[in-house]
């Protein structure tokens, strides 16, 4: 019998983010399973962007519109991937009717608030920890992610929620003989991502090539002439730049995991980046990569890498483990008496 899982996200399905990659991955795998999977996110509603940070939709939802959603769909599981206002409209809905769900925690948010808006993380800590208070289980991204939601106060179950790569387009296949070297970052443009340590980093010799697109962009590309901006790119197009890089370059501080950091790995480019939560939980230290607070020693440190165990290195990352993990923790949303009656199970629990 096919069951249905519905992923609440403020994401859309065409934004590109670690978010949106790891369900398109795990969807993947779901369906080989027999499993049906089904998205609740701001397409189905009149949405605007936030302001100043365009990666989160400020959803129009009323809790009558998903109520009716619900009742359509009927879903086995309810998985809520995100934070955001459409997140927050289906937790209080599935709470005011005692339906169970889980919830992930994907990114540092009150980290990248306090650096986006200068909000400090003592007001918006107690907020994430209010959201995810009545989840059945919490998925994170690493270990170390669920050591740190403990020690903010988080009290449920927390559950280290690894990520994959997709080996059919990120593999050392793509490398081909180049004229120049270059070392590479590839990320949202934007000002959390700690970019103009990439940017500034002075390595003659090598061109600085930048994937990505942003809010940042065009200021980016104004103050630092010297680096060669791409725009977003993705598929076959993205894993050539992987491959063809001396380096990939991670300068991020305030990440949970890094999917890009393995899609640079599966494609034998090793990474350089600080020693700091997400590169020391993805990077192998002198096998995939090399961390160090001077990131330009990390970079020449990469340079010594073996190409081939960089690649062999990745090879512990898959979204078959993943998608395992995601299944293994779902929990039944009908477990607890409901108040209406749209499940088909109501009598029984």
């Known amino acids: 019998m096919t069951k249905t899982i519905l992923i609440v996200t403020d994401n859309l ?39 100043g940070y365009n990666e989160v939709k400020i959803t129009l939802a009323r809790q009558s519109t ?7 769909i009927r879903p086995d599981h309810i998985h809520i991937a995100t934070e955001g206002p459409l997140g927050l409209c289906v937790r209080q809905y599935l709470d005011q009717h005692n339906y169970r769900y889980n919830t ?39 270990d170390s992610m669920v050591t740190e939601l403990k020690a ?17 387009i990120f593999h050392p296949g793509h490398r081909v003989e180049t004229a120049s070297q270059y070392i590479l970052c590839v990320s949202r443009v934007s000002r959390e991502k700690n970019l103009e340590k990439f940017f500034e980093l002075d390595y003659p010799g090598y061109l600085k090539i930048m994937v990505g697109d942003g809010p940042m962009l065009e200021t980016y590309q104004k103050q630092y002439t010297d680096v060669h901006f791409t725009g977003y790119k993705t598929g076959e197009d993205l894993a ?18 890094g999917i890009v950091m393995i899609e640079a790995m599966a494609c034998g480019t090793p990474v350089a980046a600080y020693p700091v939560q997400g590169p020391l939980d993805v990077v192998d230290e002198g096998i995939t990569g090399c961390l160090n607070v001077d990131l330009k020693q990390a970079v020449t440190d990469c340079l010594f890498l073996n190409r081939t165990q960089v690649w ?4 512990r990352w898959s979204w078959e483990r993943a998608w ?25 629990s």
């Open 13 to 51: 399905s065409e934004q590109i983010n670690g978010v949106v990659t790891t369900y398109k991955n795990i969807e993947i795998c779901a369906v080989r399973d027999n499993y049906r999977v089904i998205y609740l996110d701001p397409g189905r509603f009149r949405y605007v962007d936030c302001p």
């Open 66 to 72: 998903v109520g009716k959603i619900l009742e359509e």
């Open 104 to 142: 992930a925690y994907h990114t540092k948010f009150p980290e990248g608030i306090r650096k986006l808006f200068g909000i400090p993380e003592v007001l918006t800590w107690p907020l994430v920890r209010w959201f995810h208070k009545h989840s059945g289980k919490v998925l994170t991204t690493t």
């Open 152 to 168: 903010h106060g988080f009290d449920g179950e927390i559950i280290s929620w690894t990520r994959g790569v997709d080996r059919d």
């Open 240 to 257: 050539r730049y992987y491959a063809n890089a001396e380096v990939f370059v991670f300068p991020s501080e305030w990440e949970t995991f």
């Open 312 to 315: 062999e290195g990745s090879r």
């Open 324 to 348: 395992a993990i995601f299944r293994d923790n779902l929990v039944d949303c009908s477990a607890i008496q409901p108040t209406n009656n749209w499940s088909t199970n109501s009598n029984n």
